[in-house]
């Protein structure tokens, strides 16, 4: 390869505006519903507030009524996170220097907003009851607890195992409720009630398959992945071979097209939608916000480059 050109096809950019237009629109309907329910509560009837009402064999109603607060809390984060990172998106794609190296930085995003979004959706199953939710919720606490307690040994200079603060605190709240964990120190995993947490790419592609890309789940994922995780792969996705020099080498030119940016923001768009109506069902909030985003949001990508 002899050079990189800098020169740009011409993009679609009210298909941009569009894109970025209906990004904003989720992160505008989670903060709607929220501001009707603060503290996601639920409405009278609903999964989630019945589910405040929930008392196991071992553990007082109000501890049990804490850890399920916690669990809803946590999936709210992972919402307003995706949220979040579909401004950024937003905020990308309108900006004139998009593309200046590639087109990593969409990507990115996404990834990281779909493995956020999935923890979320995880914990927001309609089909499990409010003591396997609070399970799950800790599965996923136990992760990010060593994750900190390795971050702190590693400040400190000690042994892993000898800092184990976070994960100690985790350990008692999990006893108190009267549910069984077990450590592999092999690998710092923890398991609660003999479940252990599930992969990325396994809890991505089972919420992919809830959108309009579940056609594609298997390849729409290892493509973000593979692009994220090499970021070459990436950048060159930003370029097209327009001939050879005279030696011989790949002469390549920079595009900025739109088609680049369709996957990353549709996919981000898709995966919050399905994780903002999982939190609709089981709050029973109205359902005519989501389903008419949701709607709207279909027929625009369905209209966009495959």
Aim: with cysteine.
């Amino acid at each position: 390869m002899a050079e990189l050109t800098g020169r740009r096809i011409p993009v679609d950019l009210s298909r941009l505006e569009l894109l970025a237009n209906y990004l904003r629109r989720g992160p505008a309907a989670e903060k709607s519903y929220g501001e009707s329910d603060l503290s996601w509560r639920g409405e009278p009837g609903s999964i989630s507030r019945s589910e405040r009402e929930f008392v196991a064999p071992s553990g007082s109603h109000k501890l049990w009524s804490r850890a399920v607060d916690t669990t809803y809390a946590a999936a709210r984060l992972g919402l307003i996170s995706m949220g979040e990172h579909s401004l950024c998106i937003a905020r990308l794609i309108t900006d004139l220097e998009l593309g200046a190296y590639g087109l990593l930085g969409t990507e990115v995003l996404c990834r990281s907003a779909v493995e956020t979004g999935a923890r979320a959706w995880w914990l927001l199953d309609p089909s499990i009851d409010p003591r396997q939710r609070v399970i799950r919720s800790f599965i996923d606490e136990f992760y990010n607890a060593c994750e900190m307690d390795n971050l702190n040994a590693k400040m400190s200079g000690t042994v892993r195992g000898q800092s184990r603060e976070v994960a100690t605190a985790v350990e008692d709240r999990c006893g108190i409720l009267g549910l069984s964990f077990s450590l592999k120190r092999k690998n710092w995993t923890y398991t609660v009630e003999g479940q252990s947490r599930l992969g990325a790419t396994d809890i991505v592609t089972k919420m992919i398959e809830t959108t309009p890309y579940a056609a594609d789940r298997d390849i729409v994922y290892s493509l973000l992945s593979g692009a994220t995780h090499g970021a070459i792969h990436s950048l060159m996705r930003s370029y097209i071979r327009v001939g050879t020099t005279a030696e011989g080498e790949d002469d390549l030119f920079r595009i900025v097209d739109h088609r680049l940016v369709e996957a990353s923001a549709g996919l981000t768009m898709a995966c919050l939608l399905a994780v903002l109506r999982r939190a609709v069902l089981l709050n029973g909030w109205p359902r005519y916000r989501i389903d008419s985003l949701s709607g709207m949001t279909h027929s625009v990508l369905s209209d966009g480059p495959r």
